[in-house]
């Protein structure tokens, strides 16, 4: 910290910085409620699906992003016999960042 005749100076210079460190800490606050915000959708549409799958019956292909089967094609199997699923995620279930 510099020295300074003016003591009042001193003071605008310090009280700048902590203005400016503030609004940095704001800026990255409201990133990080935005990526919270945003996992919470994904993870909101992740668990509509998954009970979706349990309650209707579906079989998990539908939710998988692997794309090594038709989802409902009854020669497809399920993931026991892929072994590759892959959850596609709440973009292509139309329930990604937009909401």
Do not use: W
């Not at 003016?6 to 704001?26: C, D, G, I």
């Not at 539908?62 to 199997?77: H, L, Q, R, S, V």
């Not at 892959?86 to 973009?91: D, L, N, S, T």
């Amino acid at each position: 910290m510099s020295y300074h005749a003016n003591p009042e100076q001193s003071v605008r210079e310090s009280l700048a910085r902590v203005v400016a460190k503030n609004e940095r800490l704001e800026s990255e606050l409201a990133e990080v409620k935005s990526q919270l915000a945003e996992s919470q959708r994904r993870e909101r549409a992740a668990v509509e699906d998954f009970e979706s799958a349990a309650h209707n019956g579906n079989i998990l292909c539908e939710f998988c992003g692997a794309d090594c089967i038709d989802a409902g094609n009854d020669t497809g199997g399920d993931t026991d016999q892929c072994g590759c699923f892959v959850y596609r995620g709440p973009q292509e279930a139309g329930k990604g960042a937009e909401e």
